[in-house]
């Protein structure tokens, strides 16, 4: 199995803020790991499985090793969509993460 994109995991605290700031202002968000991963789509059918719905955008990674800092979301190759953490699995070898696209 190839692992060909890159992806880039990143904490946002949604409650945190600037207080030297002159306004409030949620922080930025922090690049906490970036790995080397498998990304396939899930298939229809475990899609309506999972999420009740086809509508879902929903992505399968796997990678080496898992990511021990704790992460609000993650990008695959530098696309601007962002994806949300659905279902954590640590089979033998690898991590495999469900990841389902955020919405706004």
């Known amino acids: 199995m190839r692992k060909t994109q890159i992806i880039k995991f ?3 605290d949604e ?3 600037d207080p030297y700031a002159e306004e409030d202002t949620i922080t930025s968000p922090k690049l906490v ?3 080397y991963a ?7 059918n475990r899609l309506v ?3 009740s719905r086809l509508d879902q955008n929903a992505k399968v990674i796997r990678l080496e090793s898992p990511v021990n800092d704790s992460w609000s979301y ?3 190759d530098d ?3 962002k994806y949300r953490l659905e ?7 690898g991590t495999t993460l469900i990841v389902g696209e955020a919405s706004g």
């Open 79 to 81: 696309c601007p969509i």
């Open 15 to 17: 409650n945190g803020y």
């Open 49 to 51: 499985e999972l999420f």
């Open 87 to 93: 279902i954590c699995r640590k089979p033998l070898k």
């Open 38 to 44: 498998n990304v396939t789509d899930v298939g229809t």
């Open 74 to 76: 993650l990008t695959i």
């Open 10 to 12: 990143y904490f946002q």
């Open 33 to 35: 790991a970036q790995r």
